[in-house]
């Protein structure tokens, strides 16, 4: 049965000291988060366990306010360093621009290539480094409002990500490789 809105109830605040978001998965979550599930956003994550501090930006009168700073990262289509920002929309940017990331969306020399990286993405900035298919399938149909997520299709699709090994049937963690650079490249065809 198709539910109206998915997106699941916050229940808890994000972890992070400086931070009074809700922790929510969701194409519709202010933070566009799908990946985290003790922050509300990777950046989140990352400035907690980076131990980073809020810094004092002067405004134009001169005042210093605290801020949160922003945290590098590389785009995971073209490989260049983007920044991520605690401001709702830019808490869990992956992409540099709509181009690169129709770069990835559009790509047709794989099938279903939004699907593979958004396995792979997960895989990379949860905490957790061993998955199963089910978990991986429940936390993409939590996060996404629009359709539902089979463990079917995850188990099928997972198997032809090369950057992904099997640790025992139906359960899989992200090759070291796929930790670092952009993950296009393990999504699409000649993408190295
Ligand atoms: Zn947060
Ligand atoms: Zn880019």
């Known amino acids: 049965m198709l539910s109206v809105s998915k997106m699941t109830k916050p229940t808890k605040f994000c972890l992070s000291n400086d931070c009074n978001r809700w922790v929510q998965l969701g194409t519709g979550s202010h ?74 969306r559009r790509d047709k020399s794989v099938r279903k290539p939004e699907l593979r990286y958004q396995i792979l993405r997960l895989m990379r900035d949860h905490p957790k480094d061993v998955w199963n298919v089910h978990e991986i399938a429940d936390m993409m149909d939590k996060s996404n409002n629009r359709y539902r997520v089979n463990w079917r299709v995850i188990s099928q699709v997972i198997k032809a990500l090369s950057v992904v090994e099997r640790v025992e049937p139906s359960v899989y963690r992200l090759k070291p490789e796929g930790y670092t650079g952009p993950l296009l490249r393990f999504v699409v065809r000649n993408g190295s």
Not at 49 to 73: A, C, H, S, W, Y
Not at 86 to 99: A, K, L
């Open 31 to 104: 933070t566009l988060n799908s990946t985290q599930t003790d922050y509300c956003s990777i950046y989140c994550r990352l400035y907690t366990e980076q131990k980073l501090k809020k810094i004092p930006v002067p405004d134009t009168l001169g005042r210093k306010n605290m801020r949160f700073p922003p945290i590098e990262r590389c785009c995971d289509s073209c490989g260049e360093t983007l920044e991520l920002k605690w401001d709702d929309h830019f808490s869990n940017r992956c992409f540099c621009n709509r181009d690169c990331h129709f770069k990835m």
